[in-house]
């Protein structure tokens, strides 16, 4: 017999497996010799009392234990060498595709302009400790993406794409842990997505897919008759197959240009374009958890801000509790910041992007370039962030919340998670006008809204201006084929569908089983 149960209780009593038995049984109303098992089923924290709770669902198992779960890797086939997808870009959009498709049997093929996740992370010091920009290999490209090494975060609103649950039993079955299926708000950390990351490439080629690295595509195989046919790489290789699934990132400007290039329908996209703000993660915690310090049991809090100003909404990104800011350029010569934490989110810094909706008029300046309009204004600027600190290092530009409230320079910055440092300037010199002022109102109502949000001891760095494609490539709602191109597959967060690891998951699944559907069924051979 299973019963399920809610109980709520404190951070310590939650940490303990022993109470958490004891209270579910008795919930349920169940003698504590007669339970066999107890398996949680979701766990969230109620910070809204004076004392936080942690609120528990659980399934109580009486004189049974809770059933085996299969993994998810025993439903992929050998592959199909007749039958061959190409996937541009390693990332969740493009590794879960591969999945996917050898779900089928097709043969998925990997390629990625940077390099596997392990070496990836010598260039990832390079441009922290050196300020050198690898423009195939950083924060943005190689193995998994820019998810890789951001914050490992899970969490998306996209429960009408698919199954989360799906693509959260993946990473599990590729090592994650198996909280991230518990947990409301699941977050694995970068310390240890990438060797999940690593373990799903392994699969990938365990039953016969491919994945190539230092493969930068620079032209599409097309037909008139059948469209997209593969890829050519900067080596002269061409790789084809009977699809194209272009599933690269938010930043792949050279396949927006590609695109451009080769008559292929795209059009300019809204995004968001702003700051991240730090404050000292304990800070954070006092206001969101009304203790000092927060209980050892507690996790790294975290906030959630949105309002509009001027028109436009403003909200806090990819807010990283317990983490870092790293550099995230991916060409010399521009300054881009985003925000990642490891798994026990232990950092004493709390950061979070802060952005403003990017709309049309914005770009109005950019309108020659016609349908990279929007990318040449982001691109321009992080250029501008570059210039204004002006020594060609990845020094970012920053200043004091407060002082950016009242207009003048900070006289001192506070120290930061940002390994590369500083420069202190006016903000307003670094974003457009109307992004500052918009930044300037919504950081006031932010403050009201949140005890202790508004201090000095808070920093602006920036620019954070990668939240989403400023792209979208077209496709059809029902094949997800792209408009014009046949055998085109857009896909995931650089189409311009997709924001985050799973609803990027979620994304390359659907193209998959799309492109699935149109090609013969293949027997199933067991590897």
Sequence with gaps: MKVRVDIALTPAQAADPVTVHHSAAAEAGIPFDDVTSVRQVRRS????????????????????????????????????PGRRVIIVGAGPAGYFAALELLEHGITPIVVDRGKDVRTRRKDLRAIQQLGVVNEHSNYCFGEGGAGTYSDGKLYTRSHKRGSIDKVLKLLVDHGATGEILVETHPHIGSNKLWLVVQRIRETIQRFGGQVLFDAWVTDLVMTERDGAQGVVLADGREITGDAVILATGHSARDIFRLCRRRGITIEAKPFALGVRIEHPQPLIDEVQYHQSPRDPNLPASSYKLVCQADGRGVFSFCMCPGGLIVPSATEPGEIVVNGMSMSRRDSPFANSGTVVTVEREDWADYTASGELSAMEYQAAVERRAFDVVGDGSQRAPAQRMIDFLDGRVSASIPQTSYIP???????????????????????????????????????????????????????????YEHVTVRNLYPCGEGAGYAGGIVSAALDGQNVARAIAARMPVAARRPV
């Design 45 to 80: 924290i109620d910070a809204r009392a004076r004392i936080p709770r942690i609120r528990i669902q659980a399934d109580v198992f009486v004189h049974e234990e809770p059933p085996a779960e299969p993994s998810l890797i025993d439903s992929l086939r050998e592959a199909d």
């Design 421 to 479: 440092g500083h420069r202190s300037v006016d903000m307003r010199a670094v974003v457009p006008h109307g992004i500052a002022s918009r930044l300037h109102d919504a950081i006031r109502q932010f403050g009201r809204s949140m005890r202790g949000y508004l201090t000095n001891e808070a920093v602006l760095v920036g620019v954070e201006s990668r939240t989403s494609s400023p792209v979208r490539i077209p496709r059809d709602k029902e094949t």
